[in-house]
């Protein structure tokens, strides 16, 4: 029973340094992706970051005030991206 008891000990350790390890890279996500200028309008696209072959991910304005990916397209190649987010 002791031996149970370590092993559940052991496994709340582990699930707490994961949920602090988490945090401040969530905190950064948010802080990196701000709400729009006033004056846009819902369903408005921006591109991220492109990576070294000039492809960019899509995001677009969502009615419930947060970026999401863009459905019909989520990735452009640098010449024909949106502005920068």
Same mark, same amino acid.
């Given at each position: 029973m002791k031996s149970f008891a370590k092993v559940l000990l052991v496994g709340a350790v582990a699930v707490m340094a994961i949920a602090i390890s988490a945090a401040p890279s969530e905190a950064a996500?948010?802080?990196?992706m701000k709400a729009? !200028?006033?004056?846009t309008y819902v369903g408005q696209l921006c591109s991220t970051k492109c990576?070294? !072959?000039n492809a960019c991910s899509v995001m677009a304005w969502? &009615?419930?005030?947060?970026?999401?990916? !863009? &459905?019909?397209?989520?990735v452009c190649l640098k010449p024909f991206c949106p502005a920068v987010c």
């Open positions: 996500k948010k802080k990196r729009p !200028a006033p004056g990576t070294a !072959a969502s &009615a419930e005030k947060k970026w999401i990916s !863009a &459905a019909l397209r989520p």
